[in-house]
């Protein structure tokens, strides 16, 4: 499985951004796609991820109601729009994911395939 983020950037605080993760090589049905973030010297953090198999999506706390999850018909694409963004949004968003699992998780061990991270800054 091959995974690819991009849409990252540099936009104020109140913008937005929209996430893209081209995602090819899935050998199951059913597969779970997340998106995680890391700022310099914190820990991972789940964001958001969605199953392919069920309408079952989760969204951090942090980011309910600013965020949204989703996915092309064909599957091969998973976006995250991100709106009304902050500074403390500043990070590097990974997307990642994982095969056989009906619901997603925010735990970064379910997944076993990640992606390279694209940098989002949210600065005046």
């Known amino acids: 499985v091959q995974l690819q983020a991009s849409g990252g950037g540099l936009v104020q605080p109140g913008g937005s951004l929209r996430l893209s993760c081209a995602a090819s090589g899935f050998t199951s049905d059913h597969y779970i796609i997340g998106w995680f973030r890391q700022a310099p010297g914190r820990e991972r953090e789940g964001v958001s991820c969605l199953s392919n198999s069920l309408d079952h999506t989760e969204y951090a706390d942090s980011v309910q109601g600013r965020f949204t999850i989703s996915r092309d018909d064909a599957g091969n694409m998973v976006y995250l729009q991100m709106n009304s963004l902050k500074p403390e949004d500043t990070a590097v968003y990974y997307c990642?994911?994982?095969?056989?699992?009906?619901?997603?998780?925010?735990?970064?061990?379910?997944?076993?395939?990640w992606g390279q991270g694209t940098q989002v800054t949210v600065s005046s």
């Open positions: 990642a994911t994982a095969e056989q699992f009906r619901h997603c998780s925010l735990g970064s061990r379910r997944y076993d395939y």
